[in-house]
């Protein structure tokens, strides 16, 4: 599906650029934002590319500050480590730089996310004998635990926004309420879930992610029957301010669409 | 000291039927070529440790290498699955694969505690996590000095550490630089490692982040140029995406991985035979 952008008539857009240009526009200049693999990285360097130029990457190959002017096809791609500021060693960025309290923003993918924000990127199936495997927790357990804020995203369907997790890999906010006080978990955990047909953002006190708002041209019931659980609609449920012509070019300009 | 051997008599001296074996690279400076030697020489019965297991873990499970498998992200980074890994975890091809499973973090925390000497470390992390009830080597210890409660990790201690680093000089000491991963640690928690290098040099260049480990704690330096292809080597050679993104074909179905392995890795006697065994398409782009 594809529609047009309201700044130019010549540049129509997709429902998967929405969802990166919505992700990108949580991150603002200044912002210290781990970037975790796949759709995270495309968002996190959309914003560099576009709105918020001084934001600081930092990938878990031990890349800070990494500034690449093409989408890096993985974490560990020599276009990060020879722009970055500083590269360092694996067990050094996850001590002192992630658990050291160092980070403002984890930006993580999922197979799976629950209504708390909880994530699995481990199994389908049981654990034992699973009918999908997946690659496995990566650095999202810790990424989860102590960035100051959490950002999720993810393509929406009844098999990824699920009632409950097959595997919890990664915590958000476990059960809701002061779950994560009570673990003494260091972070506020996930604050929103950005997908290809809306946002989601974590509602304070029951920590439950609600609708907040809709992309253009998609019905707040069909977001309904795309999430495997009841999934509460905000009463400020908005529109999703559409791709400008300046995100898109910059967003194009370096997935090479 | 370090001894200049060659990889086939590194691995044939060094790596053992059901030892533990963990060739270790973050996406950078992957040991694939020692990997390879290991499928030629059909190791059995290995425990393979590695943060990242990728194609070369892959292959070494599709060929009945591996007993276990201690990691924390096995995948194809922006390409798929391993699908080898995925078929011996989800219907015990060619035989049943034990996994242990942590996060990064934790792995990281392992190497750290082998290298260091000490019988385990600790980190922030797992709480409220499955991993913590599936994986035995996650328990937990309290702060005596403040009473927070701290995940602990044992020790990884491998019988072999393998590492690319870019150069050695003529008394053995390599130096690597770029994403270094845990290689460090990884060598330094090893009873014995070996490194694969690009060249021997005269005098080591200086780098931003350049890591040197000193010829006294390897055994064996093999110089095999490319030798982490289709991984890189900065200031040698780029990443071939190519080679990551036509995996995914052949390693989805067993037959077509069999034939490719046997034309290219059990066919060919070296890295440099198994590299021009390659299609030049797979080769095209990655010098730097």
Redesign the interface.
């Known amino acids: 599906m594809s529609r047009t952008s309201p700044a130019s008539k010549s540049l129509e857009w997709t429902n998967d650029e929405m969802m990166t240009v919505a992700a990108a526009r949580e991150l603002t200049s200044g912002t210290v934002c781990f970037v975790g693999?796949?759709l995270p990285s495309t968002a996190a360097n959309l914003a560099r590319a576009s709105h918020a130029p001084g934001v600081v990457l930092i990938y878990?190959?031990?890349?800070i500050g990494a500034k690449p002017d093409r989408l890096p096809?993985?974490?560990?791609?020599?276009i990060?480590?020879?722009t970055a500021d500083?590269?360092?060693?694996?067990?050094e960025i996850?001590?002192y730089w992630?658990?050291a309290g160092r980070i403002d923003i984890g930006f993580l993918g999922a197979a799976q996310v629950d209504r708390f924000g909880n994530i699995n990127t481990?199994v389908v199936g049981d654990?034992g004998?699973?009918?999908?495997?997946l690659?496995?927790?990566?650095?999202?357990?810790?990424i989860a635990?102590?960035c100051s804020k959490v950002i999720i995203t993810l393509r929406h369907s009844p098999r990824a926004m699920v009632e409950k997790l097959d595997?919890?890999?990664?915590?958000g906010h476990?059960d809701g309420g002061d779950?994560r006080a009570r673990?003494?978990?260091?972070g506020m955990g996930p604050q929103a879930i950005i997908t290809d047909l809306g946002i989601l953002r974590c509602e304070a006190e029951s920590c439950e992610f609600v609708l907040s708002s809709v992309h253009p041209g998609v019905e707040i019931s069909q977001v309904l029957e795309a999430t495997g659980w009841t999934l509460r609609v905000a009463d400020d449920v908005s529109v999703t301010a559409p791709p400008t012509v300046e995100e898109l070019r910059a967003l194009r300009s370096f997935v090479g669409a | 000291m370090a001894r200049f051997s060659s990889l086939h008599d590194a691995v044939a001296e060094n790596i053992k039927d059901g030892d533990t074996v963990a060739l270790e690279g973050?996406?950078?400076l992957i040991p694939f070529a020692a990997g390879h030697e290991i499928i030629r020489q059909q190791r059995k019965d290995l425990t393979l440790v590695r943060?990242?297991p990728d194609i070369i873990y892959d292959q070494l499970i599709g060929m009945g290498c591996a007993r276990k498998l201690i990691?924390?992200?096995?995948?194809n980074?922006?390409?798929g699955?391993l699908h080898r890994?995925?078929d011996a975890?989800?219907h015990s091809v060619p035989h049943v694969l034990e996994i242990e499973?942590?996060?990064?973090?934790g792995m990281?925390?392992r190497?750290?505690a082998g290298a260091s000497g000490l019988p385990f470390g600790m980190?922030?992390?797992?709480?409220?996590?499955?991993?913590a009830t599936?994986t035995p080597t996650i328990k937990w210890v309290t702060c005596p000095f403040t009473g927070?409660?701290l995940a602990a990790v044992p020790a990884l201690r491998p019988d072999v550490g393998v590492i690319c680093a870019q150069q050695a000089d003529r008394d053995g000491n390599v130096m690597l630089w770029?994403?270094?991963?845990?290689q460090?640690?990884a060598v330094l928690a090893s009873r014995c490692s070996i490194v694969l290098v690009e060249e021997i040099v005269d005098k080591f260049s200086s780098h931003?982040?350049g890591?040197v480990l000193p010829s006294w704690v390897i055994d064996d330096v093999c110089v095999v140029p490319s030798g982490a292809y289709p991984s890189?080597a900065?200031g040698y050679s780029?990443?071939a995406?190519a080679f990551?993104a036509q995996w995914e074909t052949i390693s989805k179905d067993r037959e077509k991985f069999l034939t490719w392995m046997n034309e290219h890795v059990l066919a060919t006697s070296d890295h440099a035979q198994f590299l021009a065994s390659l299609d030049p398409k797979l080769l095209e782009d990655v010098n730097e």
């Open positions: 693999i796949g878990e190959s031990g890349c096809p993985s974490i560990g791609d020599g990060l480590s020879r500083a590269v360092i060693s694996v067990p996850f001590a992630l658990q481990t654990y004998s699973p009918q999908v495997r690659p496995g927790a990566g650095g999202a357990p810790e635990t102590s595997f919890v890999t990664s915590v476990g779950f673990l003494g978990l260091p | 973050f996406t950078h943060m990242t990691f924390s992200w096995a995948g980074p922006g390409a699955s890994f995925r975890v989800e499973e942590h996060s990064h973090a990281a925390t190497y750290q980190l922030r992390g797992y709480a409220g996590t499955d991993l599936i927070e409660n770029g994403i270094t991963g845990v460090k640690e931003m982040n890591v890189y900065q780029q990443r995406s990551y």
